[in-house]
């Protein structure tokens, strides 16, 4: 017979406050969610979950030069999930998000990888010590450098 807990949910949501509290990688925190009720226009959404803001109206701001944009991850901080075209409007490198013009994904843009640094799939070129266990044979343009005796 299961046992109900009725401590198990209020220990479920005071982690959850203090992760939203204190931590900005596992999601936005109160500050953000404050300043984006505030100051935020939602501009639109990725395929990721991903939610894309600007300043209301397209305000400048006085002290940037240009109206501030940000995004509210899905769950986890991972900058490498904003598509590239969202990532041209976050940056300025263009003026109209792709909600508002019929964007199309060109032929050579890949689907999302995530960074995979300090795992076994990470990228090893062919002299890296990790690539395949052993470093191959030096060509011949390199001598070592010996102390003089």
Do not use: C, Q
């Amino acid at each position: 017979m299961k046992t109900h807990d009725p401590w198990a949910r209020d220990d479920a949501a005071m982690k959850t406050f203090l992760l939203r509290f204190f931590t900005w990688w596992t999601g936005h925190t109160f500050g953000t969610s404050l300043w984006t009720w505030r100051f935020g226009e939602h501009v639109g959404d990725d395929e990721y979950g991903n939610r894309y803001f600007r300043t209301r109206g397209g305000k400048i701001d006085p002290t940037l030069g240009f109206e501030r944009r940000w995004v509210l991850y899905n769950g986890y901080a991972e900058p490498t999930t904003i598509s590239p075209s969202w990532h041209g409007w976050m940056h300025h490198i263009v003026d109209v998000p792709p909600t508002e013009e019929n964007y199309r994904p060109r032929e050579w843009e890949k689907p999302h990888r995530p960074n995979m640094t300090g795992t076994p799939a990470a990228y090893r070129p062919s002299g890296s010590t990790l690539a395949r266990g052993r470093r191959p044979s030096a060509t011949g343009d390199y001598k070592p450098w010996t102390p003089d005796r």
